[in-house]
């Protein structure tokens, strides 16, 4: 009779879950093609997101951060590097400034308006009258 109890069956995977793997699976093999074989005619909304959002976090396990491989690189002598993050990180900064010392604007900013003043008690009795 312990033996019933301690023995579990396995459990049943739900519909959503089956779905996900199978989903997995795909991209999986849609990864393996290259970019070139894909016919994204072919393929649904849906897959073209989870291929894309796959590679964007293979992409983001590939590059190393910005400012301690530019350390390393220089170190080594390698003057001639390209580093794609070192001229967004010095313009990022800028933008910054620049937009904190901006005014905002839009299209009531040079309008000549006439300032509204509240209405007054004897004024709302005469509109409804």
Do not use: C, V, W
């Given at each position: 009779m312990k033996d019933t109890l301690t023995e579990q069956p396995e459990k049943k995977l739900t519909h959503r879950i089956r779905q996900k793997r199978a989903k997995v699976s795909e991209v999986k093999t849609l990864l393996e093609k290259p970019d070139h074989e894909i016919d994204r005619m072919k393929l649904s909304v849906?897959?073209?997101?989870?291929?894309?959002?796959?590679?964007?976090?293979?992409?983001?396990?590939?590059?190393?951060?910005?400012?301690?491989?530019?350390?390393?690189?220089?170190?080594?002598?390698?003057?001639?590097?390209?580093?794609?993050?070192?001229?967004?990180?010095?313009?990022g900064r800028r933008e910054n400034h620049m937009v904190e010392n901006a005014t905002k604007l839009n299209y009531h900013s040079y309008m000549n308006k006439q300032t509204r003043a509240k209405w007054s008690k004897s004024d709302t009795d005469l509109f409804y009258q």
């Open positions: 849906m897959h073209i997101r989870l291929l894309h959002e796959a590679r964007e976090r293979i992409k983001s396990k590939t590059i190393p951060s910005g400012p301690s491989s530019f350390n390393q690189s220089s170190q080594f002598g390698d003057t001639n590097s390209f580093d794609p993050f070192e001229e967004n990180y010095d313009n």
